[in-house]
């Protein structure tokens, strides 16, 4: 099993028991305090809100969007609170993996009845 397997598979299962204990409607913040939670309390390295420079021709764009949960060096987490995932938000992971750099990407939709309706996964 490859090391982002392995990450990727762990916070599928804290999420889906955060999800358990909190159900759907609550603001994305909520979820994602929980999770992180979660990972510290399972000894999974990660960081919160991290702030991913944009360059644009060259110049660094400072403080340009966050990172929601970045797991060890290559998995990005990003938490939504949605009625549903739309393109947008395909878009928007894949676009955050590329300029942080991060090969796999978690998108977990908490807003719904089951969480595994809400997750999608992508390796780039």
Known sequence: ?????????RVIGL??????ALG????????????CQELNDAGIPFQRQIEIPVVYKGLPI????RLDV????????EIKSVERLVRLHEAQ????????????GLLLNFNTVLLREGMR????
């Open 24 to 35: 759907p409607g609550l603001f994305e913040t909520v979820y994602e305090a929980c999770l």
């Open 70 to 77: 970045s797991v060890g060096d290559d998995l990005l987490v």
């Open 1 to 9: 099993m490859r090391f982002d397997d392995l990450y990727s598979g």
């Open 15 to 20: 999420a889906i028991d955060v999800h358990r």
């Open 121 to 124: 996964r992508y390796v780039l």
């Open 62 to 65: 400072e403080k340009a969007y």
């Open 93 to 104: 992971i894949l676009t955050y993996m590329r300029f942080s750099g991060r090969r796999v």
